[in-house]
């Protein structure tokens, strides 16, 4: 499970730099179109960085809901401490942003946890089916 480990701090570390960088254009609550976009589109971009990668290690369902966790854990662990420092860390946003942005990382990091309990059936001779 150490690749899932690094997988999940790569998403984190990725993630975290585009909201340090483009926060501003996804966290605007007088814009509630802006707002909404930010949780539909991390659906996708969750199955993305997770189903393919479970498919490509080969992992039965009991592995594949480990290795959501593993992904989830480093993220949670760390922006556990960067909210903390919200207003330090993502100077591009308004320190009242937080509990907009503490909401988006519960639902990004529960998207990924369920991704852990989707059966196998997606996978047929270790390819996706479309």
Not at 27 to 39: G, K, Q, R, T, V
């Amino acid at each position: 499970m150490p690749f899932f480990l690094c997988w999940g701090f790569v998403i984190w570390l990725v993630a975290s730099a585009i909201f340090r960088l483009m926060g501003h254009y996804f966290f605007i609550p007088d814009e509630p179109f802006f707002m909404l976009s930010a949780y539909i589109l991390v659906i996708p971009i969750i199955w993305v960085v997770t189903i393919p990668i479970y498919s490509l290690k080969k992992l039965s369902d009991s592995k594949q809901l480990q290795a959501a966790i593993c992904i989830a854990l480093p993220g949670m662990l760390i922006d556990a401490v960067v909210l903390i420092f919200f207003d330090t860390i993502f100077t591009n946003l308004p320190a009242d942003l937080d509990r907009y942005f503490a909401s988006w990382l519960l639902w990004a990091y529960s998207l990924i946890l369920l991704t852990g309990f989707m059966k196998a059936s997606y996978k047929t001779k270790n390819r996706l089916i479309p």
